[in-house]
Each structure stands twice: as structure tokens, then as C-alpha cells.
């Protein structure tokens, strides 16, 4: 249960990081079922080819937006105090930590193809 229902809704952002942070993860795997889960903001601002979405060509989307994605870890980690009992906290702990594993795995990965 969180404490205060004010500052609660900041614990929804290690959701939200979790849920974008598998969007980076399967971006091969949708391309290749003919799915872009790429906004079209995103596909504008960096003249990406919807036809031809290679790994190298996105690399700049990726890393800048797992950057944003850190963001939200971080807001999100700030309501881990608030959560009780200790069991949940230790689990919403671990839980944001192997995402932002995964999430930097992915951003080191597209830096490198940045290269």
C-alpha cells in the first residue's frame, strides 16, 4: 500500500519505464511482424524510413530515448519510501533495477551503433 495517494502517482513512473523500456527491447521483433511501435513524432523528427528501420538507422531515437526513459526510473524510485510493507519496497526495488539494466543494455547497444 503506498502512503500518501498525492505523492503515489509517482511509483505509476517505474510502470511506465518498465512498459517503454520493453517497447525499446522488441522493436526488432515488431518490425519483423510488419508493427511500428515507433510514434510518428518520433519517425519525423528523425527522418526514419518506416520501410527501412535498421538498427543503425534508430540508433538516435533509442538513445535519446532511454535517456527520457532514465527520467522516469528516477521518479519513480522517489516514491519507494513510501511504500509499505518492507517486502513490497524490497520488490518494486528489484523490479526497477533489472529494467534499468535492460534499459541501459539498450542504450549501450545503440551507442555503439552510433559509432
Avoid at 1 to 22: D, F, Q, V, Y
Wanted: aromatic letters at 10%; glycine letters at 6%; one cysteine or more.
Amino acid at each position: 500500500m503506498l502512503g500518501n495517494p498525492i505523492r503515489s502517482s509517482e511509483a505509476k513512473w517505474l510502470a511506465r519505464a518498465a512498459t517503454a523500456t520493453h517497447h525499446l527491447r522488441d522493436i526488432d521483433e515488431d518490425l519483423g511482424l510488419r508493427y511500428c511501435n515507433i510514434p510518428q513524432e518520433a519517425i519525423l523528427q528523425y527522418r526514419l524510413d518506416p520501410k527501412r528501420l535498421g538498427s543503425a538507422q534508430r540508433a538516435g531515437y533509442v538513445v535519446e530515448r532511454a535517456a527520457e526513459i532514465l527520467q522516469w526510473f528516477v521518479k519513480g524510485q522517489r516514491a519507494l519510501p513510501l511504500i509499505k510493507p518492507f517486502s513490497a519496497r524490497l520488490l518494486f526495488w528489484l523490479f526497477g533495477f533489472l529494467y534499468r539494466r535492460l534499459l541501459l543494455k539498450i542504450e549501450r547497444q545503440a551507442t555503439a551503433l552510433q559509432s
